[in-house]
């Protein structure tokens, strides 16, 4: 599986952006899907994880209530809606795909996509 994620940028604080990760291959829908994200300086952190269904969510307690992960698996991709974006948000975020739910083994990455939000 081959990740290509995109719809990074610069915002300002209490904006939203929505980053796209667009995976090739025909099992991409047996996939759990995450996106995490990397500030310099700091420890890889999971953002969000999705089932393979989209039924199931979980959230870093960081961006509960402001980040929702979505996935369209006709369309191969996943999605991270982020709002009320802080300047604590910036880093380069990565989308990766994996099995194994809850405690998933991430074998796949992309390349990941900056987002910076100003104060």
């Known amino acids: 599986v081959q990740l290509q994620a995109s719809g990074g940028g610069t915002v300002q604080a209490g904006g939203s952006l929505r980053l796209s990760c667009a995976a090739s291959?025909?099992?991409?829908?047996?996939?759990?899907m995450g996106w995490f994200r990397q500030a310099p300086g700091k420890e890889r952190e999971r953002v969000a994880a999705?089932?393979?269904?989209?039924?199931?969510?979980i959230y870093a307690d960081s961006v509960k209530g402001r980040f929702t992960i979505s996935r369209d698996n006709a369309k191969n991709t996943v999605y991270l809606q982020m709002n009320s974006l802080k300047p604590e948000d910036t880093a380069v975020y990565l989308c990766?795909?994996?099995?194994?739910?809850?405690?998933?083994?991430?074998?796949?990455w992309g390349q990941g996509t900056q987002v910076t939000v100003s104060s």
């Open positions: 990766a795909a994996g099995s194994g739910w809850p405690l998933v083994s991430w074998a796949y």
């Open positions: 291959g025909r099992t991409f829908s047996s996939y759990i």
């Open positions: 999705i089932s393979w269904n989209g039924i199931n969510t």
